[in-house]
């Protein structure tokens, strides 16, 4: 027995037993031979009508009480869930059982504006098929027009639909339906139908069904904004973990404090410059965890705080007890919250110590081998081991230097020494060569390499003779005991030229005949002279000027050497 027929039972006891004793009091009146008068008549009719009236009554507050039992269970079961999905399912699956309709369909609005059909269902419960969703728009269209449900018994004979092309052509008949409103927003329509019966709803069902709808658009905007809220959720955390993938990856160290100048963030890089850990750093004060160089940066936190801009390129270098010298760069600047008020100060942290070092190797580096050729080198295609090249070998010294020794200081004699084989170093890179290595009072250099130079042997006379040059403009500037001579040598020929020793200490040097022939050369040239091997002049001579000059025996050769006095570049 329902919980309905529970309520009802003493009413319907109660019918029976005025049913039972009218029926006793007719028959015990057509037992009499006495005709029942009129009155007697009347009473029992009226008994009869009201016990009839009293059960049509009971069983209208049965299906009622039914239906609103039914109801209060739908409205919990949609309420149930907050996937849009399987709302819109229960919704749909209530509709077609509570209205015993044939089919039913469920539009919402998309982006767009536009009314779409999400789900339709039949009476047995199952999916239409995309051909069988076929609905009236023009009774759809009123309804979200007005607001206000719509019910036809027999839509082919309604007067408001005279005409309609879909309510003909679909052979449409029972129609009910109702807005889904939230707010007095109708957002969007259930639509319920019976194409074969006619006068199949009633009031009792549009108002259960309008009831019904008022209690699914809620649930249905519920599980539409949860929806959207777990999209955006979803594509929050994708963002955050994009933005915490990108600030992990920045070379750069980030760290950002609030007001009172505590870290709120640090980046990996931030830990790794600052050699402390990221749960070491939040919460911590900035000046504690700076505190080597809370003075140089202090002020311009407070330069940052007072103008509310930005404080780029603060270079500071102090020395660290594990690594000893490190040079920062840093750039502070305020942070904001959506571009209003200022809620901190960022730092974006750059070591640039190991850069530094190497900026100081390149400048030593291209103390030794021009920076012309510096930049044309590529560090990747540099291996151990030698390969045979042309070039054209120029060794230099300083003459007269040993005697010079003996009469100053260790310190000036360094000084004076530096000031000549400077001025041979400048000339040989002016000219775009490679100074191999000094020795002593005496330098080494050739051309043609690592860079190929179709003029080398020339570019080697004219840095000979920059030299020179440059050696008795020295003289205007030096005290006349400080006076030192210059000699040269150049020679054309062959060498083993490459990366000599191990990959922990490297030396990029020329090996063979050709550097031996213009060091013997060097050391027999007289004060202030240039020599040119008969292989070097060979390749120079139609641009410079030369005198001939006795023929050298040196160590290592069996025959006397050809050279030649180099004089000058001939006038073009």
């Known amino acids: 027995m329902t919980q309905t027929q529970v309520l009802t039972k003493p009413v319907h006891d109660l019918i029976l037993n005025l049913k039972i004793q009218a029926g006793k009091i007719?028959?015990?009146?057509?037992?009499?031979?006495?005709?029942?008068?009129?009155?007697?008549?009347?009473?029992?009719?009226?008994?009869?009508?009201?016990?009839?009236?009293?059960?049509?009554?009971?069983?209208?507050?049965e299906a009622e009480h039914s239906n609103l039992l039914a109801l209060t269970n739908v409205i919990k079961v949609v309420n149930s869930s907050l996937d849009l999905d399987e709302v819109l399912r229960i919704v749909m699956d209530n509709i077609v059982r509570l209205t015993k309709s044939e089919r039913g369909f469920?539009?919402?609005r998309d982006e767009g504006g536009e009314m779409t059909i999400r789900t339709?269902?039949?009476?047995?419960?199952?999916s239409i098929d995309s051909n069988e969703l076929t609905v009236s728009r023009t009774v759809v269209q009123r309804v979200i027009d007005s607001g206000e449900p719509i019910i036809t018994t027999n839509a082919q004979e309604d007067k408001r639909f005279t005409g309609t092309e879909s309510i003909v052509a679909f052979n449409l008949r029972s129609i009910l339906c109702v807005p889904l409103k939230v707010k007095d927003d109708v957002i969007g329509v259930i639509y319920a139908d019976n194409r074969v019966r006619t006068g199949h709803f009633s009031?009792?069902?549009?108002?259960?069904l309008v009831t019904f709808g008022n209690q699914a658009a809620i649930a249905i905007e519920n599980a539409r904004l949860f929806t959207s809220l777990r999209q955006t959720l979803t594509e929050v955390t994708a963002l955050k973990n994009l933005m915490d993938n990108v600030f992990a990856s920045i070379t750069s160290g980030v760290i950002t404090m609030d007001v009172q100048n505590r870290i709120t963030l640090s980046n990996h890089a931030a830990e790794i410059i600052l050699g402390s850990a990221s749960q070491n750093l939040i919460g911590r004060d900035l000046e504690e965890v700076l505190a080597a160089i809370s003075k140089d940066i202090e002020p311009r936190l407070d330069e940052v705080r007072k103008t509310d801009q930005p404080v780029m390129d603060i270079e500071i270098s102090y020395r660290q007890a594990e690594r000893g010298l490190v040079d920062w760069r840093m750039n502070v600047s305020p942070l904001k919250e959506d571009g209003k008020a200022?809620?901190?100060?960022?730092?974006?942290?750059?070591?640039?110590?190991?850069?530094?070092?190497?900026?100081?190797?390149?400048?030593l580096f291209g103390r030794m081998v021009s920076p012309a050729v510096i930049d044309q080198l590529d560090p990747d295609s540099l291996q151990l081991g030698g390969r045979k090249v042309d070039i054209t070998v120029l060794f230099a010294d300083v003459r007269g230097f040993t005697t010079y020794s003996e009469k100053v200081s260790p310190e000036k004699l360094v000084a004076i020494l530096n000031r000549y084989l400077a001025a041979m170093a400048d000339a040989v890179l002016a000219h775009e060569g490679t100074i191999d290595k000094f020795m002593g009072d005496a330098i080494m250099a050739w051309?043609?390499?690592?860079?190929e130079q179709k003029d080398h042997t020339l570019r080697a006379v004219k840095a000979a003779l920059a030299m020179r040059e440059t050696v008795e403009a020295l003289y205007e500037e030096l005290p006349e005991e400080a006076h030192l001579a210059f000699g040269a040598g150049i020679h054309f020929g062959e060498a083993v030229l490459g990366l000599i020793g191990t990959e922990k200490r490297l030396e990029y040097t020329a090996i063979g005949d050709s550097v031996n022939t213009a060091k013997r050369i060097q050391e027999n040239s007289a004060k202030n002279q240039i020599l040119l091997t008969k292989e070097a002049y060979n390749r120079v001579q139609k641009q410079v000027v030369v005198e001939p000059a006795t023929s050298l025996v040196v160590k290592g050769k069996k025959e006397p050497l050809a050279v030649f006095e180099l004089k000058g570049i001939k006038d073009k």
């Open 26 to 61: 007719r028959a015990e009146l057509d037992k009499g031979k006495q005709k029942p008068s009129q009155v007697v008549l009347d009473i029992l009719n009226a008994l009869d009508q009201a016990a009839t009236s009293m059960a049509d009554k009971v069983k209208n507050f």
């Open 106 to 108: 469920l539009m919402l």
């Open 120 to 126: 339709g269902r039949n009476w047995e419960k199952a």
């Open 203 to 208: 009031e009792p069902e549009r108002d259960l």
């Open 342 to 363: 200022t809620k901190g100060i960022a730092i974006v942290l750059d070591d640039l110590t190991e850069r530094k070092k190497l900026e100081a190797q390149r400048r």
């Open 447 to 451: 051309f043609n390499a690592p860079i």
